[in-house]
């Protein structure tokens, strides 16, 4: 094994925490199999895998949130068991939650108290937490509620919570999945410092440039076994994907030239009301997306997005028809039955509720999207050979991987499901696609085959406008990326132009200077 | 002046089982378990609590035996919405049928039965004192009781550490177990207390409102209380200003009706309905934004271990 460790921090000493054969067995699933991994102090140790190679198993068994089956851990050399959190959080171990472990409905300090133990009164949590959030720079309100906080707000007291019980190690599960570029900056400097202070941090996240940047040695898993220990400065992205992997994964392309034809999908100054108390006013948007060009809509996640996902897929009507035009005809008063027919395709964020009905099979959640147009329903029966025959024809063309023919959509893994969401839409051949989050919690290869998709449907001539968190991915295959903030979308830059930091700064609600506005707005 | 002082009486006496049962069910949804069966565990309440003061003759006994059945039906709820993960509408409902049949059958030996209805507080000179007397020093131990218990849900749920946690097992339930929270147990105790106050509801009818049992006397009260802690937005304070307007009106109506004004009765009788109702909404427009519901109320959680 590569020997990653500082030279000098190795004496005799043992690991801070030890993993010797740790198991974690759900039936007969293998979710951790004999996984050894060594946490030294002064370290940044990242922890990479796809979804489902067993990472948030192992640090649940670490924090004291499940029992493994077999093996055991060693804090400081010496057998650990722990019967709770609480056990764990005693001994120094800290933890932030990928989804955030908070209460929306009580406020900052109520939050941060109910992660300690001790016998605190509330007045002297305050306080401390004050302290606290000054001395890292993170600053908090203690008496507001949580729900009226950003995501960015809402990961600072995790990390707050966590540093007020002084841990001796933190595990941070994916934190910068939602944070804006500059906030994922402010976050690594938060790191680096409580490394230089001695601290241990364990690191979870898929993004492998951001792994490079920060961590000192990285543990790879795939399919619940530990595949190497590494050193990820000495590694390449593509190094680092291969080993989480197990293969090479295929490069999206985007054909040489694409034909740029007439608007198809066309937003006027839409403005929307939110109907429930936490959601997002839509002001004034206006875009105007032409066939042969992918969209991107980037902006942390609660911005208004699902907001604009219900305006334009239906889900919300507007008053005025001529907000949502579909193929030139004024859609904004019209049902998600009559957009559908006139050549819109909706692919929703959430997978299982959403996109799907869980407990209902592929065959009949094709039905539920494809009735309006295709032979699936005639004379108003269902075409039982025509729903499935659509299930197999999204089945070969999006390699979708499944037990048996026709399984509920509940029994698919993520990936595999949205392949097959993805492809009931695009077999349909739509004028205008809508998708949102395409890739969300989806493996790699699956990921690819997206993007593919959604690149090879431009090519075909249909306006796709595609919202995603996740710039590498905005980047790699739309023409165009706009920005949503607090209900309001920012003119779109051209992808060539729209650098990590000019779309950080309008994620965080800067505005470019106006030099560039203009220059954008004349792209 | 006699007459105000009788309607108070009588206000005070009618409020106090919805008081009692709303304060019992405020808890359990805080915790996030909708327990719909308040009604079913009210109405064995009273029959068992009616039985034990008539077999042994102390209201206090009748009171202890009212808890202790409310309490055992709350944890047939307990043991399938918790232990089994059942749907908590469909056992709420059961419940109450339940509680409706098997209240008749224990009662069925009590009909026509009569006892010493429960004491009354006297002190000397103080409940002598005109008018506020008897409403101030005269009410039963239930009446005093029920507001006690209020004011130290109050206390408990925003003072304590254990109502924090509480609140935050009904807020997300996934969070409270991820930092370590048992949440099955604290929404079992939750479910608990609700069930013994809405046995003691139930018992206070047959010991101190009407001296005596007769089958369904709690009469839809159960649901009533269940309505109150909804319009309340799940807050003590407000949920004793609900119970309270709901007994004062429907007291209020029924001297309207024995006087002849010329209001149809069945208008009347719903007073007590829409004046709680307007109330309690135009009191709960002052919040903006924000959830008034427990988020994870009526959901099922299973831990992952």
């Keep these: 094994m590569l020997d990653t460790t500082p030279a000098a921090l190795h004496t005799d000493a043992p690991p801070l925490l030890q993993t010797v054969g740790l198991t974690k067995r759900y039936g007969s699933f293998l979710a951790n199999d004999f996984i050894d991994i060594e946490i030294w102090p002064q370290q940044i ?203 090479e994964i295929k490069e999206v392309k985007a054909a040489a030239s694409r034909q740029i034809t007439v608007p198809r999908l066309v937003v006027n100054d839409l403005c929307l009301e939110p109907d429930d108390p936490h959601g997002v006013r839509l002001q004034h948007i206006s875009f105007e997306l032409r066939g042969g060009e992918i969209l991107g809509i980037a902006g942390v996640a609660g911005n208004g997005q699902d907001e604009l996902f219900a305006a334009l897929s239906g889900e919300r009507l507007s008053q005025d028809p001529g907000t949502v035009v579909i193929e030139g005809i004024a859609a904004g008063h019209l049902s998600i039955t009559r957009r559908r027919r006139l050549g819109a395709a909706f692919v929703p964020e959430e997978r299982l509720g959403h996109g799907t009905a869980p407990r209902m099979r592929l065959s009949e959640n094709a039905l539920l999207t494809g009735h309006a147009a295709g032979n699936m329903v005639q004379h108003g029966f269902v075409n039982t050979a025509a729903t499935l025959k659509t299930v197999d024809r999204a089945t070969e063309a999006f390699d979708v991987r499944k037990a048996k023919r026709d399984p509920e ?97 309008l994620m965080g609600g800067s505005s470019l200077d106006p030099k560039e506005a203009v220059r954008a707005a004349g792209a | 002046m006699e007459l105000i002082e009788a309607i108070i009486l009588s206000v005070l006496a009618a409020s106090t089982p919805l008081l009692l049962a709303a304060t019992g069910e405020l808890v359990t949804e805080r915790s996030g378990v909708l327990n719909l069966g308040v009604e079913g565990m009210m109405i064995v309440g009273a029959a068992c609590g009616f039985g034990g003061a008539l077999l042994t003759g102390s209201t206090i006994i009748g009171a202890l035996c009212g808890i202790v059945a409310g309490t055992a039906m709350s944890l047939i709820f307990a043991a399938m919405t918790l232990g089994l993960a059942v749907n908590q509408v469909a056992t709420g409902l059961a419940l109450t049928i339940l509680g409706i049949g098997l209240s008749g059958l224990i009662g069925a030996g009590f009909v026509g039965e009569r006892i010493t209805p429960a004491p009354h507080l006297y002190i000397p000179y103080l409940t002598s004192i005109p008018l506020i007397g008897r409403i101030v020093f005269g009410e039963d131990a239930f009446v005093y009781f029920s507001i006690a218990l209020i004011v130290a ?53 047959p010991l101190a409102y009407t001296p005596f049992f007769i089958p369904g006397m709690t009469a839809g009260r159960g649901w009533i209380a269940l309505a109150l802690v909804v319009f309340a937005s799940w807050l003590p304070g407000r949920l004793a200003i609900g119970a309270y307007l709901f007994g004062a009106v429907t007291i209020l109506q029924l001297h309207a009706q024995g006087a002849g004004v010329g209001i149809p009765s069945q208008f009347l009788s719903s007073l007590p309905y829409l004046a709680t109702v307007i109330v309690l909404v135009l009191l709960s427009r002052a919040r903006t934004g924000g959830s008034t519901a427990p988020a994870a109320l009526g959901t099922v959680f299973v831990p992952d271990r």
């Design chain 1, 409 to 505: 959509a509940a029994s698919l893994s993520g990936g595999n499901l949205q392949k097959f969401i993805v492809g009931r839409e695009i077999l349909r051949n739509p004028a205008v696609l809508v998708v949102s989050q395409p890739t969300w919690g989806v493996d790699a290869g699956a990921a690819a085959v997206i993007r593919q998709a959604l690149l090879d449907l431009a090519t075909a001539g249909a306006a796709v406008l595609v919202t995603s968190q996740d710039l590498d991915e905005l980047s790699e295959i739309t023409d165009r990326i706009a920005v949503m903030f607090h209900g309001k979308l920012s003119d779109p830059l051209p992808t060539a132009e729209a650098s990590r930091e000019k779309l950080g700064l």
């Design chain 1, 45 to 247: 140790h990242a922890l990479l895998g796809e979804n489902g190679a067993g990472k948030s198993t192992l640090v649940k068994a670490i924090y004291g949130l499940i029992q493994p089956s077999e093996g055991e851990m060693r804090w400081h050399g010496e057998k650990m068991v722990l019967s709770g959190p609480s056990e764990a959080r005693a001994r120094g171990i800290g933890m932030v939650f990928q989804h955030f472990s908070l209460f929306d409905n009580l406020t900052v300090a109520e939050n941060v108290a109910l992660g300690l133990d001790g016998r605190e009164s509330f007045k002297d949590i305050a306080a401390r937490l004050e302290q606290v959030s000054s001395l890292y720079g993170l600053p908090l309100d203690p008496k507001r509620e949580v729900w009226q906080l950003s995501v960015g707000e809402r990961q600072r007291i995790e990390i707050v919570r966590a540093l007020m019980q002084n841990p001796k190690f933190l595990i941070l599960d994916e934190p910068t999945a939602v944070l804006t570029p500059q906030e994922a900056d402010q976050l690594f400097i938060v790191l680096n410092r409580l490394k230089d202070e001695g601290r241990a941090i364990l690191y979870i996240s898929h993004k492998l440039e951001e792994v490079k940047r920060l961590c000192d040695t990285a543990t790879i898993l795939r399919g619940g076994k530990k595949v190497a220990t590494c050193n990820p400065k000495a590694e390449t992205a593509a190094s680092l994907a291969r080993m989480m992997v197990g293969g």
């Design chain 2, 153 to 205: 849900v109050w206390w408990f749920l925003y003072r304590t550490r254990g109502g924090l946690i509480l609140r935050a097992c009904g807020d997300n339930h996934v969070s409270a177990h991820a930092l370590g929270y048992s949440v099955l147990k604290i929404r079992l105790y939750a479910v608990m207390f609700g069930g013994a106050c809405a046995g003691l509801a139930g018992a206070y009818l």
